[in-house]
């Protein structure tokens, strides 16, 4: 079964910066998909950006052009670079990753933004 291991969240001011990364592990099948998605308290969890087999990225909204995602083929790693953080993208971040096998996820990470 696939484990990720996530790293890098944290408590930083608005407009900081903060760099998230997650690494695959136990990966019998090739990786299709990488992600991350976030759950604030009260809120749905939403995705947040992904980079899919055929090298396409998605990002919400809400972070087009101030978060940029990134995948190291070779080391099975996807990070998450986010910058001009603001209070709203407080949120536990989770690592996403989809295999043939199917879907697996982070143990989740806290980034908290304070204004």
């Known amino acids: 079964q696939v484990q990720l291991v996530e790293s890098g969240g944290g408590l930083v001011q608005a407009g900081g910066s903060l760099r998230l990364s997650c690494t695959a592990t136990?990966?019998?099948?090739?990786?299709?998909?990488m992600g991350w998605y976030r759950q604030a308290p009260g809120k749905q969890r939403e995705l947040v950006a992904a980079?899919?087999?055929?090298?396409?990225?998605n990002y919400a909204d809400s972070v087009k052009g101030r978060f940029t995602i990134s995948r190291d083929y070779g080391k099975n790693t996807v990070t998450l670079q986010m910058n001009s953080l603001k209070p709203e993208d407080t949120a536990v971040y989770y690592c996403?990753?989809?295999?043939?096998?199917?879907?697996?996820w982070g143990q989740g990470t806290q980034v908290t933004v304070s204004s």
């Open positions: 980079i899919y087999s055929n090298i396409n990225t």
């Open positions: 136990r990966i019998i099948f090739s990786i299709d998909h």
């Open positions: 996403w990753v989809v295999t043939a096998s199917g879907t697996a």
